[in-house]
């Protein structure tokens, strides 16, 4: 009688803390183990040496694109109203390259020296300019989220002085938006170049690799962005939307899905054209044989076709349901095109003895520590981005910036002023 | 107090922890085995307690201690003769030696004055092995026959030195019990077909025929009693045949010749079937490994259930649509 | 709050040419990622003859004690690599000490980089194990420590006697052409590909002679007569690594 009273107790919001709750427990008991045992515990080898956190790492770092897209949208090309749909996606972009750190600590086989890469300098190394853009990057969605976290009532209340400064740096906002832009630009570029420059591998060795990922990075991370506004709008109070600004995002990413599968297309047919030895194996692997599934459909049916024409056709794009499944569908796509691209060319053995090099396969399957330590990553992004909605107001479209209301109402009354005059000339002119 | 002497205390404390520090810091760092120019056979094991282990428990260790020696050299009288090899260093004049049995200074010598920054001298050609296996009775002679010899090998291609043993090869293909896996490590050619050979059948291995050892017995007693050793020429003569066919060698009908050319005619000795090992999943295959049929289905599966329940009220809607179309 | 004295398109326009500046230099930079090692000096390089290897792994043991290297990891296997009439050829693959190498290029921490003669050595304290190098090698070379090697070597002492350290857990390790032995010969007047004590183990350990060492820069030495009077070849030389490990054919007259 008593389990059932307090079953009966549980609302659906601690509902969900608990599960996210045992899943991050989860997470940390499979990612202490790895702390203790090592690296022994995965499925990972030799042969394929980077697996399900690299994709889990990657991932994070293309939903969280974002970020700069629409904060470089609302900064530098002026498009004011967009700003509290920038407010979110800064957030989101916080709490997926925190995900990202917190599986690069997990995957790498020195945890204790991942400061390494901010002291010993590598200038010709991708990873090292990925690693120093994605922490300069980090710093900077620290301080585009601050005016966010200055908004928690607690805070408020306890430190109001430094609650003011911290609402204060959204003065500065254009020039973070800038340095947020360049060096998003070159990093989620620079993630796609990590395997384009390998000569070793020919089925990665190409340059548009970088385009593709930048391309996919910056249709996912807005679909993230506004797919969580949108469930969020619908599942609580707390969080309120401004329907026409998520659809005109939402427009906008199916322009990208265009332009993302123009480029898919031609980097796909190119790839068809004279047999290379890794190179044409590896598009086997990924239209016809173990990836074929996940690229066909995941990648290319759900993940850019279908979306597209969802988002790009005016009756499904105004409807909740319907725009809601498209996101979701580009952020599935946009995972499966990182696991797809790390796991071909890693699956791809290539011989080095002499005469025509000969191909073989190998395979990979993340063991349980991996799975349970990559679900927990993910449970915590989900918990921080419920926990903003609730206490920070991250979802909030009615609450605009202060002072760029005031700018708008300044440039409507300048507007206005101007339109004023004008009328008063004309009415002098024609007394 | 004025403000100088309490600078001056301040000063003498700090002297005072920074001493004690680099004391403390003094007693953690392990110092380097310094040279030392007494290196006796007793301080080798200091640094080289893994060759010293290997080294004691094999025939060079025990060479003064093996109970077969020990009884049969006591028995003779102790003879200084058995100790020019049996003991280091023995200077048959005052009839003591450096030290007993074969340490390290038999085959290391001289030790160097600041090692280990000098290498300890080693001769690794047979003639360092020859001083005390070099008797016509041993293996000296016979080697320097051999295509090996021939070949700049030395004695330790194949025996460890230290431990005075045959050496292992991680992963050597055959699992033979005798010295053949060494053999057939190098000589990998001519094991491809020997295994499916009349002799291989008859449990005859390399060390039967090439070194002499007697079928059946892989013991190294066979030789070690009297100093006899193994014919290290690796040659295969007449003799060797002889000690198993010597019945049919003119035995009309029954002659090695015989049997041979019987088998070429009845169609060549069958080879056997490879017994089939249950292999794991060899980590680089020739085709990749596909996903399961099942697998497909179930997500395919787990699709349609999705597919399904958004698309359910326009079915709804279609179904009812269609129903009141053929009431009607 | 005043109002910036520069209107949105100036603003838009000096950024513009701020980050394409920027990826300007970026570009530039990287066309110079791949400088060839600083030559000079000694240039090593290791000569297979393989009409003499008989694919008998003492080059493995040898390597494995005197590296200290754990049973799992090979730094120099010996592939098979085909049939010249009936006999079976191998080949041994140490690290090729490219000197335009991918690991060293991709090394985030820089924990690779060239030695002044050629070796592309490790520093196993920088290595954060990220694996980079190990996907980015086309030669397999590398790898990595997946747990800690704390038994006891079986290849030691019977085949040397570990004279480097040993790695931890969570780095990547491979094939330094046994610089340590290279560096100490050299000390003692000794020349590295001439003197056992000064060679790599697996070069000395040899028993059929089929690997030699040297200084390719020293046209008197054993590796420079070799690769001027037989024809050699290099593994994938294809892609542009500049190995420095050369293999002499083995042919149907001399295998």
Known sequence: MKIRLKLSKLSPWLAWLIGLGVVIAAGVGAGLIVFWKGLSVTNLTDLIPWGLWITIDLSSIAVSAGAFSLCAAVYLLGLKRYQPVARTATFIGLIGYTMALLTLILDIGRPDRFWHAIVYWNKHSLLWEVTMCVTLYLAVLVLESMPIFAQFEWLKTRWPKLAEKMSHVHHYAPYLAVVGLGLSMLHQSSLGAVYGVLKARPFWYRPDISVLFIISAVAGGMSLTVFASMLSARLTRRASVDDSLLEGVAYFIGWTLVLYLYFRFWDALSMTYTYQPGRTEGLQLLTQGPLSFNFWVGEILLGIVIPMVLLLYRPTRTSQLWRMIALILVVGGVVAYRWDTNISGLMIVLSYLPGEPIVGYTHYFPSLIEVFSGAGVVAYGLLTFSLGVRYLKVVDHRAMEAHVEEKELAEHATAASTILNVKRENVKRNA | MSKLERLIIAIMFAMLAAGITLVVAQAQTPQPPQPTNSITGDSCVACHKDIYDTWQSGAHGQSLTDPVFAESWNAQGKPGACLVCHATGYDPATGESEAEGVVCTGCHSPIPPNHPTDNMPIDASPDLCGRCHSDPRFATENWKLSAHYQRSMTCSVCHDPHSAGMKSVAGAINTSADASDLCANCHKGVMQNFPTSKHAEANVTCVNCHLGFNVGTTDVTDFVSAHKAPDHSFMATLDTCNKCHVNQMHAPGESVAAAAIAIEESGGTPTPLPTPVATPTPLVTNQPVPVSPFGFAGLAGLLGLVGGMVLSPWLERLYRHLNKNGGE | ?255
């Not at chain 3, 010249?84 to 090729?96: A, S």
């Open chain 3, 1 to 255: 709050m005043s109002q910036p004295k520069m209107n949105r398109r100036d603003f838009l326009k000096i950024t513009a040419v701020g980050v394409t500046a920027l990826a300007g230099a970026q570009v530039i930079r990287r066309a110079e990622a791949s400088e060839p090692t600083p030559s000079g000096g000694r240039q090593w390089a290791m000569v297979t003859d393989q009409s003499l290897c008989n694919g008998c792994g003492y080059c493995v043991m040898a390597c494995r004690a005197h590296n200290d290297i754990p049973p799992e990891i090979t730094w120099n296997p010996v592939l098979e690599a085909g049939q010249v009439g009936d006999k079976k050829i191998y080949l041994p693959r140490p690290c090729m000490q490219c000197s335009q190498a991918p690991c060293v290029d991709v090394c985030p921490v820089k924990a690779s980089y060239y030695r002044l003669d050629g070796i592309v050595m490790m520093n196993y304290d920088r290595c954060i194990g990220c694996r980079y190098c190990e996907v980015a090698c086309p030669y397999g070379a590398r790898a990595f420590n997946w747990k800690a090697f704390t038994e006891q070597n079986p290849a030691v002492p019977e085949w040397g006697q570990p004279e480097v350290a040993r790695r931890p857990r969570g780095v990547v390790e491979k094939c330094a052409f046994c610089y340590q032995r290279i560096d100490r010969g050299l000390a003692l007047g000794m020349t590295p590909g001439v003197d056992p004590d000064a060679t790599p183990a697996c070069v000395v350990v040899c028993p059929v002679g089929a690997r030699f060492f040297g200084d390719l820069n020293d046209l008197g030495s054993t590796v420079s007569k070799l690769l001027k009077a037989r024809t050699s070849y290099r593994l994938r030389a294809d892609m542009g690594t500049g190995p420095r490990v050369y293999y002499l054919s083995a042919t149907e007259e001399n295998a």
